[in-house]
């Protein structure tokens, strides 16, 4: 029985093709390698307020102390650990269809395309979208420190300016949409489309490479990229323990460690007539605790 790998041998076709898929990847921070490990552990260094400075006629006379600076505090930190949980597989088969092995793993290679195309890109997309929201069953450690507001339906006419209020609350806690991505519903974003409001959807800066992105336009900085419907709702999303309008969330505030751990075709195993596809991906999807302001969530 022959083995062949097609993480090795199609790996550029297979990342390629996730990544044009993906509404996600792409756009979050690569600051952090997960490569040879499960977990991986964050440091922050944590900052300390200003205190007025004494001047030296505030000094004890008597035993020589001074505290000019006000109290001196060790400087700490705080950890997040971040392991990756999601460790998903399918196995699949591929029925001879001729006598020639090349031809048995390129219809492989095609399955596999399509296998990640319409189940694990939209799995792991609703996943990581529902994991950065926050709202979840079981909320992740950053929810306390995102941004939400409970908008209900929104219409053409209030769209823009709940996105306004967003890039304001992210703004306001001390931060910028410099690289910030606002995801938003397909039906939204009509409406959106709609509206006068609308900032630069013309705007030619918007070209090929950006439309290649899912960009399809910017609203007061913040690049907008349309999700399906279905990503943001309780029904479509089983990860979602609330709907969502739009969230918007900088792309160096979260991360989305991916692995292809196995992708192999066996030819001619016990019991099959042609070949064996074994998939197992492992995944997760983080956003750091300390930045987490740097995301802004419009519920539904």
């Not at 995801?183 to 409406?191: R, T």
């Not at 907008?224 to 969230?247: C, E, K, Q, R, S």
Request: aromatic share 10%; net charge neutral; proline share 3%.
């Amino acid at each position: 029985m022959a083995t062949i790998n097609l993480a090795d041998k199609y790996s550029k076709k297979i990342v390629d093709k996730f990544y044009v898929d993906s509404v996600v990847l792409g756009k979050t921070s690569k600051e952090y390698d997960w490569d040879g490990v499960q977990s991986i552990k964050v440091w922050t260094i944590n900052t300390y307020a200003p205190t007025d400075y004494a001047k030296p006629g505030n000094d004890n006379a008597i035993t020589g102390a001074h505290a000019r600076y006000g109290s001196t505090y060790e400087v700490a930190d705080t950890v997040q650990v971040m392991t990756l949980t999601q460790d998903k597989a399918v196995s699949l088969s591929v029925d001879k269809g001729n006598n020639t092995e090349q031809m048995l793993i390129k219809n492989a290679g095609t399955v596999m395309a399509r296998e990640l195309r319409e189940q694990f890109v939209p799995m792991f997309d609703k996943y990581a979208l529902a994991r950065w929201s926050g709202q979840m069953a079981t909320a992740p450690s950053w929810a306390a420190n995102i941004t939400t507001s409970a908008d209900g339906a929104l219409a053409k006419n209030t769209i823009v300016e709940k996105i306004f209020d967003g890039v304001t609350a992210i703004r306001n806690a001390g931060t910028d949409v410099s690289d910030a991505y606002c995801y938003i519903g397909e039906s939204l974003f009509a409406k959106l489309l709609l509206s006068n409001e609308f900032v630069n959807y013309q705007n030619p800066a918007f070209g090929e490479r950006n439309l290649e992105r899912g960009v399809m336009g910017k609203v007061r900085g913040v690049e907008v990229v349309p999700v399906p419907d279905d990503y943001f709702t309780t029904a479509g999303n089983a990860n979602l323990n609330a709907g969502i309008n739009f969230m918007i969330v900088k792309k160096s505030v979260v991360l989305t460690p991916t692995k292809i751990k196995d992708a192999k075709v066996h030819s001619d195993p016990v019991g099959i007539s042609g070949a064996l596809l074994e998939v197992r991906w492992l995944f997760d999807a983080f956003a750091l605790n300390t930045k987490a302001k740097g995301i802004y969530v419009s519920l539904a």
